[in-house]
């Protein structure tokens, strides 16, 4: 399924949809995949727990923070799938940034922890057939078939990849 068939979609949608280019589901998956092999752990380190601006979250938490929502995100997800029929509440990112204990890990831990969940992810969107990729998923405050988790996960991850792009790659200096 192509993100560009995908109708009736909350406004942040747009942006994902940008985001991943009209790319079929898998592809924008395994794109997402690559783009977290090519990270450059060394330039990473030498950036360490700089922030661009005083209160941002450094590296370390925004990769945590991708792991933590592309979890909950594939936890919807196998809601929606499986027909379990309740609806997830929302949650909060900057309590969960908080309480992360992210800065105490290394960038190669987080790295890795992205890349294993990212790899499950995969699997996961992988194993669910058309019709449950069209299941109409309903959340809190909207509405959006279930394709378009992953095309969520895969948006999310280049939003903060091109953060940390603009951002903090300019700190190796």
Known sequence: ??????????????????LTAGTELTAALDLSLSAIN???IAQFKRIGLK??????????KILQHLIDWERIWCFRAIIFARGEGSIPDAHDQEIMGSNSNADELSIEQLINELRIVRQSTIMMFESFNEKILETNCKFFEYEMPLSAIGFTVAAHQIHHFNVIKERYLPLDR
């Not at 399924?1 to 940008?18: C, D, G, R, T, W």
């Not at 922030?51 to 370390?60: G, M, N, P, Q």
């Open 38 to 40: 090519q990270l450059d």
């Open 1 to 18: 399924m192509s993100n560009q068939e995908i109708k009736n979609n909350p406004a942040f949608l747009e942006y994902v949809y940008q």
């Open 51 to 60: 922030t661009y601006e005083k209160d941002k979250w450094t590296i370390h």
